[in-house]
């Protein structure tokens, strides 16, 4: 069975069994809470619960500042550069995307218009450019 994005997303954990999951003490967690390191939800009596991108982000927390020395002024800046990142190469996405379709309508459009006027082809040169027929 495999688990959807929406699952990982799901806070269900409380701040025991996150910190049983990451080996991090509880008040660890509310450290990196208190720094804007994650924000994990709330039951409606306030109560934290934990996602598993939580725990997924908690232990990439702890591997940043245990194995590689990095400060939690480091990590977040490190977590504020990973979220710009996500941004926009899903910025990349969707503008490649609209290209290829602006490709294929041009295609289209381009194709009709040669056989409306009875051309095999149509060639586009741009403009301010001019181009010899033979």
Do not use: C, W
């Given at each position: 069975?495999t688990?959807?994005?929406?699952?990982?997303?799901?806070?269900?954990?409380?701040?025991s069994?996150?910190?049983?999951?990451?080996?991090?003490?509880?008040?660890?967690?509310?450290?990196?809470e208190r720094?804007?390191l994650?924000?994990?939800g709330?039951?409606?009596?306030?109560?934290?619960l934990y996602?598993?991108?939580?725990?997924?982000?908690?232990?990439?927390?702890?591997?940043?500042?245990?194995?590689?020395?990095?400060?939690?002024?480091?990590?977040?800046?490190?977590?504020?550069?990973?979220?710009q990142?996500?941004?926009v190469?899903s910025t990349l996405?969707?503008m490649?995307?609209?290209?290829?379709?602006?490709?294929?309508r041009?295609?289209?459009?381009?194709?009709?218009f040669?056989?409306k006027h009875g051309?095999?082809?149509?060639?586009?040169?741009?403009?301010?450019?001019?181009?010899?027929?033979?």
């Amino acid at each position: 069975m495999t688990r959807n994005k929406d699952d990982d997303e799901k806070p269900v954990y409380m701040i025991s069994v996150a910190a049983k999951l990451t080996g991090l003490h509880p008040q660890t967690l509310r450290i990196y809470e208190r720094r804007k390191l994650l924000n994990p939800g709330r039951t409606p009596k306030s109560t934290r619960l934990y996602s598993q991108k939580d725990i997924e982000k908690l232990k990439d927390i702890q591997k940043l500042t245990s194995d590689s020395g990095v400060n939690l002024a480091g990590v977040k800046m490190i977590i504020e550069l990973q979220n710009q990142l996500e941004i926009v190469e899903s910025t990349l996405l969707n503008m490649e995307k609209q290209i290829g379709e602006t490709k294929k309508r041009l295609s289209e459009e381009t194709s009709r218009f040669a056989a409306k006027h009875g051309r095999r082809e149509l060639v586009l040169v741009p403009k301010g450019y001019l181009m010899k027929i033979k």
